[in-house]
């Protein structure tokens, strides 16, 4: 818990509200279609996940209009599971794939939304900077048709893909 907590914090702490040159938010968006559970199917490394299977995020409705964030993943090494709440609001509108995250006090990551399949069943998410990456699915496992897409829009985009890691979702 206190691994995963750190990490957050600390990529938070960088302040960072932007997102990478090539990465451009999705429109058109609809948060009750987003809202509920998704699976982490790959990511790029961070010492706050490092180490973690099962990761999954949960996104529900605060009472302020915001999200509530859930993130949570086994930790093989400490054989328990660890988990973090955050709170995310819109950057600009709500129609446009682009959030603030916190999970450490008044200080906020960027959190974009760069493509989303039609019917919600899978995202791909980037943080400020070309150093943070998300595979999310609706499912623990996608097709290597969604894996190929992801690693080829991520590296149109300036992400280094040989970095990957792909999640254990058991």
Known sequence: M???LTFISASLLSGCLGMPEKVSPIDSFELDRYLGKW???ARLDHSFERGLSQVTATYSVRPDGGVKVIN????NK??????????????NTESEG???????GPFYGSYVIFELEENYQYAFISGPDTDYLWL?????????????KF?????????DTDALIYVDQK
């Open 2 to 4: 206190k691994k995963f």
């Open 39 to 41: 699976f982490e199917i």
């Open 72 to 75: 949570r993943g086994f930790s």
């Open 78 to 91: 400490d054989n328990e599971w660890q988990e973090a709440e955050g709170k995310a609001y819109f950057v």
């Open 98 to 104: 682009y959030l603030k995250v916190s999970f450490f």
């Open 136 to 148: 999310l699915s609706r499912t623990p496992h996608v097709s290597q048709d969604i894996l190929d």
């Open 151 to 159: 690693v080829a829009q991520a590296k149109s985009r300036g992400f």
